[in-house]
């Protein structure tokens, strides 16, 4: 997730809030504070590793890892403390929701699963996944929280764009609390060939050289990650790549060979092909707005 960069306010509506909080300059013990409004639901993306987290109101304790992340539901407005032991940067992005968008996108009163989906939220089982640890993020989470971010238009149309991201994170959460086969609590191979493509896909690097890297077996990896993340190695690379350069795009300060470069593509034609493949359109007319 490193090309989450921007930080502060970046949505608000009567119905949806959307922050991303980075402390610029860490100091060891650093605190940040968050603050839940009165009958609302918290998504809440913990970005950078150990954060500690003390809800002012239950002087609640977590210790949550890098990409994890918690449901919460809040009754009353309270505050919560989060700090790092560590001179990293502390990192998060919160997502408040007001409860009668919630419970009007649910509508409990339509069926006894919709009614058990919103009981579950109010309770809070959306918390922990697997001997009370807080779930990691999937691949689809990591690229919908980069899409928010990276999303440019505003008025109606950035409403839109955000409720429905939103929708599928929603869905995403609960498919994930569903599955049978729960995430493991130490990260398993998926985990960390995730990791380590999101530290290196802006390099030169082919979906078969991460065998060869890492000294994992090959078809292990392309097995696993997919069962995991529900794509292959390659999508995978190409979609961080994709969002990457999507996002440098706008800056016509740099040059399209440049950007092809930063994304990891040593031949700007691969590059060209790549992104009017996923978004219909090339560099160039995207950059000059068709």
Known sequence: MKNLSRSGLLFSSDNIKIVMQEDPQPEKFSRLHMIESRASFSLLFLLSPN????ANDCETKFLFRKNQYILHYSSQESTAELWTESQEALKYFQIQINYQYIFNLIDPESSKENADILENMIRNNYIFLHQRTPPYMTVEMHMILNELISYS????????FVEAKIIKLLILIFEQ???KNTIQTEPGT???I???IDENYHKNI???DIGKLTGINQNKIRKEFKAQYQMTVSDYISELRMLKAKKMIID???MIKEIAIECGYEYVQNFTRAFKKKFGVSPEKLRNGY
């Open 206 to 208: 082919r979906a078969e």
């Open 194 to 196: 995730k990791k380590f």
């Open 153 to 160: 238009k505003k008025g109606m149309v950035q409403r839109l």
């Open 177 to 179: 609390f569903n599955e």
């Open 252 to 254: 016509k300060g740099i």
């Open 190 to 192: 998926s985990f960390v």
């Open 51 to 54: 954060i500690k987290l003390e």
